[in-house]
């Protein structure tokens, strides 16, 4: 079985920042690209950031320049870091990882259970 556990959401003023992180255990032989989604009430679920095994990274229009996604993969965990944020990127972020499990022989994409960001003043 694999798990990803986040932490780090909260309610932040805006302007303020917030660093999420996401780590990985389980039966993993190896982790492909990690990502964070985020999902706001009436809202479809979108891509933020995502970052692959060799540290490419992505991110959504909106986020450029304000969020950085970054992993740590002695640590299977993935980070985003938020700055200046608003309070349109108030939502449920949820961390995504392709994950190659033991006894596998494809790769299998696993969801974290969310954490809250919430930015108001």
């Known amino acids: 079985q694999v798990q990803l556990v986040e932490s780090g959401g909260g309610l932040v003023q805006p302007g303020g920042s917030l660093r999420l992180s996401c780590a990985a255990s389980?039966?993993?032989?190896?982790?492909?690209?990690m990502g964070w989604y985020r999902q706001a009430p009436g809202k479809q679920r979108e891509l933020v950031a995502d970052i692959t095994s060799g540290d490419s990274t992505n991110y959504a229009d909106s986020v450029k320049g304000r969020f950085t996604i970054s992993r740590d993969n002695a640590k299977n965990t993935v980070y985003l870091q938020m700055n200046s944020l608003k309070p349109e990127d108030t939502a449920v972020y949820y961390c995504n990882a392709r994950v190659l499990p033991t006894r596998q022989r494809q790769f299998v994409s696993y969801w974290g259970q969310g954490t809250q960001v919430t930015v108001s003043s």
């Open positions: 389980g039966s993993i032989i190896t982790i492909g690209t």
